[in-house]
């Protein structure tokens, strides 16, 4: 290339042997935590009690343990406690440690490698309590075993003794006390996260602990979790069971009116694997003889939208598998033969393709098995092939049964039907898909006359979503035309969760935003016809604006879900106070405790403060405010949305406006005492 100038790498010292540096144990952890666990924000942060509490989840899983409590403390620690069997605490022959201390200071040790101690658990790379132990100031592990309680504590993975006045001795000795029965055990470790790793303000989102403890229940028939938290008014207290496993699991994800119940089958298979074995210093391939257990549950909802979640043991793949390879064979070959049996398909229709036949299912497919193969390092795909065949002979003997008679008739007749229905629907959608697609073309004659569209589109446009026409005028004065386009709704839009397709398309809000994105909605959605890069809801930072967004939350993850699984949807974050100090300088805050710091800061900083004003809605922003805080991208904060934040609020939606009152009330009664008086907005 013409005029191209090369630059001599610098000169540095040899690089020779002495050059490497060897990472071992916990060290290697605490200077690359984000291999271990993802990140150190308050993702990397609540993985740290996902490690501690999947160990006692797989001594439940092993019918060792029927009872987990989970504290999290106001200082940060978290505290996970069972009664199985307790970590060993006698001495390992190979390293001269106690299992205590081997299981939390050695990566890849623990009983779920020979087999002998776990049939199938779901903590399988072996580094979880270690990692932990890594990343945490203090940790304390007491284990009620063999007639005593034996404790050992550790100070950024180091092994000793905390006195009484706080100092730290380093011992390997586990100190043993008390006396009980030789029933009694257990495991109990608290841990408190490492300042010096997790950066200050980063939180344990108890919302998510609560969720994965639900669904762990539902996975583990039998277990009870008990939650424990701090709440505006003392400490929380939530205990989760499941009686009915995956079917309160489809019960608990079914977001519509049901028009089948829920099916369940449960098979076991063998099947032989070839592995690599160590024998006399060599490799050698040898099989082993395995078993697969299945688990199945699933129902057919009169929505359009389907639900499939899958897990191996109690690791959760959201990305399939051989697993659900074998569950969408199964149910789409089973299907097309009951439907050609029953004569709801004649000779001459074709057959129904998966999409249809998941039109409008939830379904659960669990299997257990021991060493499970995953593709990659994040445990999202399974890859064990046997998985797929088992998977589907007990789907297929299964459907086959229910549909053969043990079903009820009605049942299969609504199932058949809204199938067949389905199949119909995309074969017409296929028809007239050109028609549909010009329909929702950037002719500006099918766009919302209320849009205040930009002058660019593509990547780089957004399409903000406006509650209300007092802030939608701010907003369009604000803007920057060139790329962002302001569409005004007016109140509460349909509930997408409760209405029908037809009231969807009936409502001026919903049709508004259909044709303003211009890609189309359902099933016909095109996000290759998208005319904005990003689509931004912007409402008010109070209860009422919270209620709007998830109404349109539910709409775009039941009618535009594409947006969602794309990252392209997004909230504003207006703010909730505007602070003034004496010379003018403004500052803004989001929440309450965040104004109290703020203006603590401020005091402490010698500022005077001359005003603070609190925001009840988007209109009592000026234009200038409104661009500052909310509209402009070199100033403003947004969170993207993400598939899951929608799902959540979808399914809130269904539980706080949808037709069946149990799960309101047992909600309203749950979370009655939660909110403090303050946070009311009145």
């Known amino acids: 290339m013409d005029n191209e100038t090369t630059t001599a790498p610098p000169q540095t010292q040899n690089y020779d042997a002495s050059s490497l540096t060897v990472l071992e144990g916990l060290d290697a952890v605490r200077k690359r935590p984000g291999m271990y666990i993802g990140s150190t924000d308050s993702r990397g942060l609540v993985h740290l009690v996902w490690e501690i509490l999947d160990n006692a989840i797989d001594e439940a899983t092993a019918g060792y343990c029927d009872k987990i409590d989970v504290e999290v403390f106001e200082d940060g620690s978290v505290q996970v406690s069972d009664n199985g069997r307790g970590i060993p605490v006698d001495i390992q022959p190979e390293t001269g440690l106690s299992g205590l201390e081997l299981v939390l200071t050695k990566l890849h040790a623990g009983g779920k490698f020979g087999g002998g101690a776990y049939g199938a658990s779901g903590g399988l790379h072996g580094v979880g309590a270690s990692v932990v132990n890594a990343l945490s100031s203090k940790l304390v592990a007491e284990v009620d075993r063999d007639g005593a309680t034996h404790r050992l504590a550790f100070q950024r993975g180091v092994p000793g003794r905390f006195a009484k006045n706080g100092r730290f001795r380093k011992t390997n000795e586990l100190e043993r006390s008390g006396r009980l029965p030789k029933t009694v055990t257990g495991t109990r470790v608290r841990f408190w996260p490492d300042p010096e790793i997790f950066p200050a303000g980063t939180t344990i989102d108890v919302s998510q602990v609560r969720e994965r403890i639900r669904q762990r229940c539902f996975l583990v028939p039998g277990l009870t979790v008990v939650l424990t938290y701090a709440g505006g008014e003392g400490p929380v207290t939530e205990t989760f069971h499941s009686k009915n496993g995956l079917v309160d699991f489809v019960d608990y994800l079914t977001t519509g009116d049901g028009i ?88 001459k229709d074709e057959n129904v393709v998966r999409d249809d036949v998941q039109e409008g299912l939830v379904a659960v497919v669990l299997v257990n098995l021991e060493e499970p193969q995953f593709e990659g390092q994040t445990k999202e795909i399974l890859g064990t092939a046997a998985a797929q065949s088992i998977t589907y002979s007990v789907v297929a003997d299964g459907l086959r049964s229910w549909f053969g008679g043990a079903g009820k008739k009605v049942h299969i007749k609504r199932a058949l039907d ?171 805050t989001y929440t309450e405790d ?89």
């Open 418 to 588: 809204k199938v067949a229905a389905s199949a119909k629907a995309r074969q017409a959608a296929r028809q007239r898909r050109d028609t549909m697609r010009k329909k929702n073309a950037l002719a500006s004659g099918s766009l919302p006359t209320k849009l205040a569209d930009c002058r660019r589109h593509g990547e780089a446009a957004e399409l903000l979503i406006v509650e209300g026409d007092s802030a939608a005028g701010p907003a369009k004065k604000g803007r920057d035309s060139e790329f962002q386009a302001i569409l005004p709704i007016r109140g509460k839009i349909v509930n997408a969760a409760k209405a029908t397709t037809k009231q969807v398309l009936e409502n001026a809000e919903c049709t508004s935003i259909f044709s303003a994105v211009g890609a189309g909605s359902g099933r016909e959605f095109d996000l290759d016809s998208i005319r904005y890069g990003r689509v931004i809801i912007l409402v008010d930072a109070d209860v009422d604006g919270s209620h709007i967004r998830c109404l349109l939350l539910t709409l775009l993850y039941r009618y535009m879900r594409p947006l969602l699984e794309d990252g392209r949807v997004f909230a504003a974050m207006p703010p909730l106070h505007a602070i003034k100090v004496r010379g003018g300088a403004e500052y803004y």
């Open 260 to 347: 089948t119940d829920v099916l369940a089958f449960d098979g076991e298979e063998s099947f032989t694997e070839t592995v690599p074995v160590v024998r006399d210093g060599t490799l050698h391939s040898e099989e082993v003889q395995r078993s697969c257990r299945v688990r199945v549950a699933l129902r057919w909802t009169a929505d359009w939208d389907s639900r499939v979640v899958s897990f191996v043991n109690t690791v959760p793949t959201p990305k399939g598998g051989s697993h659900v390879a074998g569950f969408d064979r199964a149910l789409t070959r089973v299907v097309n033969e009951a439907l050609r049996e029953s004569r709801t398909l004649k000779d």
């Open 594 to 682: 965040e104004r109290r710091e703020k203006e603590a800061e401020l005091i402490k900083a010698g500022k005077k403060i001359t005003g603070m004003s609190r925001f009840k809605g988007l209109g009592e922003m000026n234009v200038d405010e409104l661009a500052n805080t909310t509209l402009d991208p070199t100033s403003r904060t947004l969170r993207r949305i993400t598939i899951d934040d929608a799902a959540d609020a979808a399914h809130m939606i269904d539980i706080l406006m949808g037709n069946d009152v149990a799960p309101r009330k047992a909600f309203i009664v749950e979370n009655s005492q939660l909110l403090a008086a303050d946070a009311l907005d009145i």
